[in-house]
């Protein structure tokens, strides 16, 4: 396995509908572990294929972050076939750094996905397993938090991402990583 470099906004790949994988290969599989392996790395809770630069409807989660047992989802072509209910929390993104936004969603979701064999599933999900879902779905139609934002907010967030892409200075504590990153 390896980890891969996590695309941060305004990389344009965030920004693109992904298509969906038409089989589950050797290849599917293998980028999977690499994702999961570099959720992990970085504290997060979810990760989706195009935060790591790839234009496919793959996504990990593990809301216990491997605390509790195995709990890690490998997903693939994941979609919400129910929902029900609000709820209102703040997210965090690994693709967006220091940024917390209040977001609203569905309190509880059915999702239907391939697993990494090959067969289907679906998942009864609420709490915080049901907003991460739906974080990483988001992703995979191009949709983030930063689209959450007012158009005044958001302006203000990319040229603060702008200026620190251009210093590129590595941050000098990186274990204080905010809650929920998805
Ligand atoms: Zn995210």
Known sequence: MSTLTIRTYPDPVLK?????????????RRLLDDMAETMYLNSGIGLAAPQVG????????????????????????PRILNKEGRTKSEEGCLSCPDLLVDVSRF????????????????????GLLAICL????????????????????????????LRENAASTPKDDESQSPPRLL
């Not at 693109?16 to 599917?28: G, K, L, R, S, Y």
């Not at 790839?54 to 072509?77: A, E, M, P």
């Open 54 to 77: 790839k234009k496919l409807r793959l996504i990990v989660v593990d809301v216990q972050r491997g605390k509790q047992g195995d709990t890690l989802l490998k997903l693939v072509n």
């Open 134 to 161: 739906q974080h990483e779905i988001d992703h995979l139609n191009g949709v983030l938090l930063v689209d959450r934002l007012s158009s005044l907010r958001r302006s203000l967030y990319r040229k603060k991402r």
């Open 16 to 28: 693109e509908e992904c298509p969906p994988v038409e089989a589950v290969t050797q290849d599917i």
């Open 107 to 126: 309190e509880r979701v059915t999702v239907e996905a391939l697993l990494p064999d090959g067969r289907e599933t679906t998942i009864e999900a609420e």
